[in-house]
Nanobody, 120 residues
Framework: QVQLVESGGGLVQAGGSLRLSCAASGSIFRLGAMGWYRQAPGKERELVAT???????NYPDSVKGRFTISRDNAKNTVYLQMNSLKPEDTAVYFCKALLYSDSYTFGNYWGQGTQVTVSS
């Protein structure tokens, strides 16, 4: 059984910072690409950041320069450092991981989400 558990969400004022964590546990052979997505009320889920197994990040323009994704492969954990937060960053944030249970068996897994609320 594989689980992704996010933590670190909360309420912050505009201009503030938060750091999200997502830890994978269970039957893990290795982790591939990992990422963060978010979904605001009434909107579709959107990409926030991704990082390859080798550590190469990718961001959409909406968060570039403000958010930083990183990972600790020894801890099976991905992080999202969010700075200069804006009210429009308010959403439920989900982590996603491509996870291999052996050399040939893999799948995408999602965490349960953590709420981030930015007040103006």
């Amino acid at each position: 059984q594989v689980q992704l558990v996010e933590s670190g969400g909360g309420l912050v004022q505009a201009g503030g910072s938060l750091r999200l964590s997502c830890a994978a546990s269970g039957s893990i052979f290795r982790l591939g690409a990992m990422g963060w997505y978010r979904q605001a009320p009434g909107k579709e889920r959107e990409l926030v950041a991704t990082i390859t197994s080798g550590g190469s990040p990718n961001y959409p323009d909406s968060v570039k320069g403000r958010f930083t994704i990183s990972r600790d492969n020894a801890k099976n954990t991905v992080y999202l450092q969010m700075n200069s937060l804006k009210p429009e960053d308010t959403a439920v944030y989900f982590c996603k991981a491509l996870l291999y249970s052996d050399s040939y068996t893999f799948g995408n897994y999602w965490g349960q989400g953590t709420q981030v609320t930015v007040s103006s």
